[in-house]
């Protein structure tokens, strides 16, 4: 492999700053919404009426399914299974899967985006179609899930599709890049 970097459009600075918007955004938008059509009272009763028991599983098993979803676009585009490592972030409290394989920036962004393309419609049709506020809760913290991803993808613009990379990330002097592919 190569010592070569590919740059990132945007800043490390201002890639944390899309991060946080795109990471509280939809939560905000949630509340709000939910305050305007419901008043603050019906909104600490939709939200009251989401039980424990049932929002922690759901809420994990949309966090898995969202990681899965990155598994899936990797080996979709050609990954092997064996090259995504799975961790636990501390400083994030976060599980997160990496792939250490070759790929274009397309195929990259293919996987990328893959969970927010799947879980938002599903999401959305389950929430809309079922009227159960529990599904209104996974899609605002599915959508803020993202945000990373979606950042990500942000940063990406502009650079040619068919470069070659290895999607880890590195953050020097300011800026934040991938490994080039040899």
């Known amino acids: 492999m190569s010592k070569k970097l590919v740059q990132f459009n945007i800043t490390a600075k201002n890639m944390g700053r899309i991060c946080w918007i795109l990471l ?31 929002f922690i599983p759901v809420l994990l098993a949309v966090y898995i399914v969202h990681e899965v979803l990155h598994v899936a676009g990797g080996m979709i585009i050609g990954a092997r299974f064996s090259s995504f490592k799975f961790g636990f972030d501390k400083t994030k409290l976060s ?16 996987m ?13 049709g389950l929430a809309y179609f079922s009227e159960v506020h529990l599904w209104w ?35 020097v002097n300011g800026y934040v890049y991938l490994k080039a592919a040899s």
């Open 24 to 54: 509280a955004g939809p939560v905000v938008f949630y509340v709000l919404i939910n305050i305007v059509y419901s008043g603050s009272e019906g909104f600490l009763n939709n939200f009251a009426g989401v039980h424990s028991l049932t």
């Open 95 to 110: 599980i997160e899967c990496h792939c250490h394989d070759e790929m274009s920036i397309r195929a990259y962004l293919f």
């Open 112 to 124: 990328l985006l893959l969970p927010f393309g799947v879980l938002t419609p599903l999401l959305s």
């Open 137 to 171: 809760m996974m899609l605002t913290l599915s959508t803020s899930g993202c945000a990373f991803d979606l950042t990500v993808f942000i940063g990406l613009i502009g650079i040619p599709g068919h470069t070659r990379i290895i999607p880890e990330l590195e953050g």
